[in-house]
């Protein structure tokens, strides 16, 4: 009885470490990154098109990186723990976001960016720390409460960060957003602990290669499935971090209102979305997968059609938290149904590979806003509605009902 107690006690001190770690990630990303293009001028560069350029490729170098070395710091996870691999990203990042908040100049700020990337994204180890002791009937709620906390987190990030760069000037938000990543550091240290967990298959049928390793898990059932979904969302999610500030530009008349009401929709998207999760994580054991997915995408559709058809920004703003609350949890679904068929040994391997896949689209998500704004800027909204529609035919065609 006393090691039962001791395991359901130690699994509430996992999952309040995790959970609390991610709102600081999140938290701390948002507060310096929006301010990027300030920080830029401040280190030298004046030309508009050159901070422009920069500030991209700052922004996306380092989660584009993430996603290919993911896997590789899954695999060493599933090797030696997930504990130090916590304590590895912690301390990494801890180190390199007070670097940064010292770079002389953009050189200087890219290399660390890099390095940032080279060691790991928390993203895609996160699920894995949530999962390792969580009960299985715990499972869906736990990855849909972590799923709202880094949503939230990153929609009050920005807000937090122009108040912080009023008051103390942009650099500190870098040495602010390590502090951050120090206390995520004592979390882990402290709280964290890993637990003895129960194989879902034998070990022998699971100790292969690396790459034979990341091949056995695309043969795992809605595997491949549950990777488009994650890809294919988060290029949606982008695009519309991307255009709505723009479309808010075109249909604001005073100038002084656009960042408000850009700021004010996407912040109540942030939290329907955060809202959306925490929900569905509540219902994956409730639910079939099939009837989960095809719901969301079918809102999905709906609501991006409507939007190609706004000319107010309070029809946006209503639309948009509709799109958040009803079609959002995708990402929620998607990660609490692959944790049922993950092995347990492999369990950061496949997360990363899976979070691989959401940075690619997070990198190439604004990249497809810009060139169909550059057509119109309502035809991103139909593209998002084709995406909708192809996910939406894909789960239709691959899950079965039963599932």
Known sequence: MENK?????????????????????????????????LYIQQLGVTSPTKIAIWSGILI?????????????????????????????????????WALMGLSRNVYELLILRIFSGL????????????????????????IGSLQATQ?????????????????LGIRYTFFVT?????????????????????????????????????????????????????????????TFLAAIPLLVNTLTKNPLHI????????????????????????????IPTRILFLRRL?????????LIFIQTNLQLLILRLLLAILAGGIITISYGKANQIIPDNQRATAF???????????????????VSASINFQFVFLVDAILYTALFVLVYKTIREED
């Not at 690396?210 to 491949?224: H, V």
């Open 178 to 238: 390590s502090g951050l990543c120090l206390i995520t550091l004592l979390l882990f240290q402290i709280l964290y602990k890993n637990t003895k967990v129960r194989p879902n298959l034998p070990v022998d049928q699971w100790s292969p290669t690396f790459l034979k390793g990341i091949l056995r898990l695309f043969q795992l059932p809605y595997f491949k499935i549950f990777a488009v979904l994650l890809l294919t969302t988060s290029i949606i999610e982008r």
């Open 60 to 96: 996306g170098i380092s989660p584009l990186i993430a996603s290919f070395v993911g896997p590789f710091w899954g695999k060493l996870a599933d090797q030696y723990g997930l504990k130090i691999n916590a304590i590895r990203i912690s301390t990494a990042l801890f180190i390199l």
């Open 352 to 370: 990363a590979l899976l979070s691989s896949f959401m940075m690619f689209g997070n990198a190439f998500g604004p990249f497809i806003a810009g």
């Open 298 to 306: 079918f809102f999905g559709f709906i609501i991006c059609v409507g």
């Open 259 to 286: 960042a408000p009401i850009a700021g004010l929709i996407l912040s109540l998207a942030a939290c329907g979305e955060g809202f959306a999760a925490w929900y569905s994580g509540k219902k994956i054991r409730e």
């Open 119 to 142: 060691f790991g994204g928390f993203g895609s180890l996160s699920v894995s720390l949530l999962t390792q002791s969580c009960p299985p009937n715990k499972v869906s709620g736990a």
């Open 151 to 167: 949503t939230i987190s990153l929609a009050l990030g920005p807000l937090a960060g122009g108040i912080l760069a009023g008051w």
């Open 5 to 37: 107690s001791s395991f359901k006690f130690q699994w509430r001190r996992n999952q309040f470490a995790v959970t609390l770690s991610a709102a600081c990630y999140g938290a701390g990303f948002t507060l310096a990154m929006p301010l990027l293009p």
